[in-house]
């Protein structure tokens, strides 16, 4: 009998074995490498991590110092004011709530400035509109004056000295009393009455409506003179007085019985004690 050989079979099972066995090995050494690489990852992570650990401990240290501070510096504040920690924390929203009033306040009195300058502001503007308008007016009423005064008459009295302007109503006499060159009395007679006029008196003795015509008395320095049948508007003059100045006398209405008119004297003509008007 022959014996079969083996020896193949032997030589090809420790081929493969020999190869599971290197990669056995080399899968160990990844391994091995890997958890080297692991454990450099996890040595780095646990130092940043404990480096955290101590700076939270730092700032935990730091918090509770500063809050201890805080905590003997508000006792101390109390202590020193007699509060408590209550008291503190309310005096503390008191003066939180006195500040916002005083915020709003001020807030509030800066609004009502602001509308008290606007308003002055149009008081201001209508005040230079008053002035505009008033300036206007003055300078009209001047142009009028100057208009009428260029309208005054002046003629020779029943003496035969020429006569200052003439004023033939109210209106025009006031216009001669704002030129200032003369004193004015203005006067009503009533027919058998002797009235006073300035430093003179006068008496009506006749009053003519139909022909605008007056006969009345004059009495100056004890004397009596007679200025009869006059006319209207007619300057009718007389000499008074111990510096003997000329007088001027002018009838601007007759009625019945009655004339109205005014005497015109010269500024430094004396001055009477009292007067009588219309």
């Known amino acids: 009998m022959s014996e079969t050989p083996v020896v193949p079979e032997q030589r090809s099972f420790s081929g493969l074995f020999l190869a599971l066995l290197a990669v056995a090995v080399i899968a ?3 391994g091995l490498a890997w958890s080297y690489h692991l454990s450099g990852r996890v040595t780095n992570a646990e130092a940043q991590l404990s480096q955290a650990q101590q700076r939270n401990e730092k700032l935990a240290a730091a918090l509770d110092d500063t809050n201890a501070r805080l905590k003997v510096t508000t006792e101390t504040l109390g202590h020193s004011l007699g509060l408590t920690q209550q008291q503190l924390e309310t005096k503390a929203q008191e003066l939180l709530r006195r500040q916002q009033a005083d915020t709003k306040r001020l807030e509030t009195q800066q609004a009502a400035t602001e509308q008290h300058v606007s308003s ?11 002035v505009g308008g008033v300036k206007t007016d ?8 100057q208009n009428a005064e260029s309208q005054l008459q002046s003629m020779k009295g029943d ?9 033939t109503n109210h209106n025009e006499l006031e216009i001669l009393k704002h030129k200032g060159d003369r004193n004015y009395y203005e006067f009503t007679l009533t027919k058998g009455q002797k009235k006073p006029v300035s430093t003179v008196s006068l008496e009506l003795k006749k009053a003519d409506v139909k022909h605008s015509r007056y006969t009345l008395e004059v009495y100056a320095d004890d004397k009596q003179i007679e200025k009869k049948d006059r006319g209207l508007n007619e300057p009718v003059q007389f000499y008074t007085g111990k510096d003997n100045l000329l ?4 009838v601007n209405s007759v009625d019945k019985n009655t004339v109205k008119g005014y005497i015109a004297t010269p500024k430094n003509a004396p001055v009477p004690v009292s007067t009588s008007g219309q």
Do not use: C, F, H, N
């Open 120 to 130: 002055v502001s149009s008081d201001v503007s209508g005040v230079k509109t008053d």
């Open 138 to 145: 003055l300078t009209q009423t001047k142009t009028e004056l």
């Open 159 to 167: 003496m035969g000295v020429q006569s200052g302007l003439i004023a």
């Open 247 to 250: 007088y001027e006398l002018v």
């Open 28 to 30: 160990a050494i990844a």
